[in-house]
């Protein structure tokens, strides 16, 4: 393969520099998830790992991006050869990236019981339908974490379930533990019997206060009907004087002139 040379071999034990970019972290892919072991080709030698985004420094030594970025970082040289390495002259290698998406690797729940190989490009994809892969229950409150083949089984039972509202229509909203104990026709009879309850005491204490009115409008009537006996007999009384009032000079003048005419007799 034409990248063998190209690729740094380091002979003997690893170099300090080497070390330390391994400690800091891994660029590359680790080996446990192929499924066969990766051809010595596709290693990165400062990571030891299969090598991720490669690219290739001036002196044609081949390295995953962040491997590499990393050691640049401290210093300008290539690991291997030691050459004086500007940054901007790095090449990504996509051809040798393609090839390595190619290789066969294991599911990353191989541990939880998932057999399935598929190519390292195509590794998310599997990853996002896995039925082994990790899920956080998506109920609110919930903080555990399923198979996503037991997801929807969780969710059914689930103590912090979604609110739902009550299948046979009694409007109510309800979780899991809620639905379980659910009784809406008892709880209807119930709601029905005091509402029918209040409405009672509303209609009862409505007819009282019409009593009272009916009372009070009687009382007004009667108070009425008094009044205007009185007004009547009051009308009589002064039209009575009145007429006496009125007949009194008259008889003064009769009985004077008889008066007078007795004195004259006399």
């Avoid at 998406?101 to 399935?116: D, I, P, S, Y």
């Avoid at 009694?170 to 209807?188: D, F, I, K, S, V």
């Avoid at 006496?244 to 002139?257: D, G, K, L, R, Y």
Wanted: hydrophobic share 30%.
């Amino acid at each position: 393969m034409r990248w063998a040379l190209s690729i740094c071999r380091t002979p003997g034990s690893p170099k300090p520099e080497a070390d330390a970019a391994r400690a800091a972290g891994s660029g590359g892919y680790d080996l446990s998830l192929f499924a066969r072991p990766p051809d010595s080709n596709f290693l990165c030698s400062v990571c030891h790992g299969v090598l991720k985004r490669p690219v290739r420094l001036p002196c044609h030594h081949i390295f995953c991006k962040k491997c590499i970025l990393r050691w640049l970082a401290r210093q300008k040289t290539c690991p291997c050869c030691r050459k004086e390495v500007k940054r901007k002259k790095m090449v990504h290698v996509n051809k040798l990236r393609r090839t390595i998406g190619r290789l066969e690797v294991k599911c990353k729940n191989a541990e939880a019981g998932c057999l399935v190989t598929c190519p390292l490009a195509h590794r998310k994809g599997h990853q996002d339908s896995c039925p082994f892969e990790l899920m956080a229950c998506p109920n609110e409150g919930c903080t555990e974490q399923v198979p996503r083949g037991v997801l929807t089984e969780h969710r059914q039972q689930c103590l912090h379930g979604i609110q739902q509202r009550c299948p046979l229509g009694c409007g109510a909203t309800l979780g899991p533990a809620e639905r379980a104990r659910h009784n809406c026709y008892r709880q209807l009879r119930e709601a029905w019997g005091q509402r029918q309850e209040h409405s009672r005491t509303l209609v009862l204490c409505l007819l009282q206060r019409l009593r009272k009115l009916h009372r009070t409008t009687n009382l007004i009537h009667r108070q009425l009907a008094q009044l205007g006996d009185f007004l009547e007999d009051d009308t009589l009384l002064m039209s009575t004087r009145q007429e006496e009032a009125e007949a009194t000079p008259e008889n003064s003048i009769e009985a004077e002139v008889w008066g007078g005419q007795s004195q004259s007799g006399v």
